[in-house]
């Protein structure tokens, strides 16, 4: 008998902690200042025109609709994907057919970043 009154009596803190840990802590809710003043952008971005210069993009190896500057060259070593008109620090957009033409100088054109399809 006196057992069970033991075991109530061992049994109670538990109970207790446990009522105590299954309430939600209170979240503490900071207060966000405004934003600073951003510099408006424009509603519209200019598109920059694509010229149809006499470029060329190679045709040896199947080719992704993509754009490509002309410093990219096939990673087997058989040259330049432009292979007309081409200019190192521009980004030309060619297609599969060998179509091509020349959007201008790029900042990443003729690195090692170079955008190449």
């Keep these: 008998m006196r057992f069970p ?4 009596l061992l049994l109670a803190p538990i109970t207790a902690l446990a009522a105590v840990a299954a309430e ?12 600073e003043a951003v510099p408006e952008i424009p509603a519209e ?16 190896y199947p080719l992704e609709q993509g ?11 058989a040259g330049y994907i432009i292979t007309a008109k081409r200019v190192n620090n ?3 957009e060619c297609n599969s057919r060998g179509g091509c033409c020349d959007y201008g100088p790029a900042s990443d054109c003729g690195s090692g970043t170079a955008r190449c399809g």
Excluded: D, F, M
């Design 24 to 35: 939600p802590a209170p979240v503490a809710i900071a207060e966000v200042s405004p934003r």
């Design 67 to 77: 754009q490509y500057c002309g410093n990219c060259v096939w990673s087997n070593g």
């Design 45 to 60: 971005l200019t598109a920059r025109a694509c010229v149809a210069n006499g470029c060329q993009c190679s045709t040896k």
């Design 5 to 8: 009154v033991i075991t109530l």
């Design 90 to 92: 521009h980004v030309y």
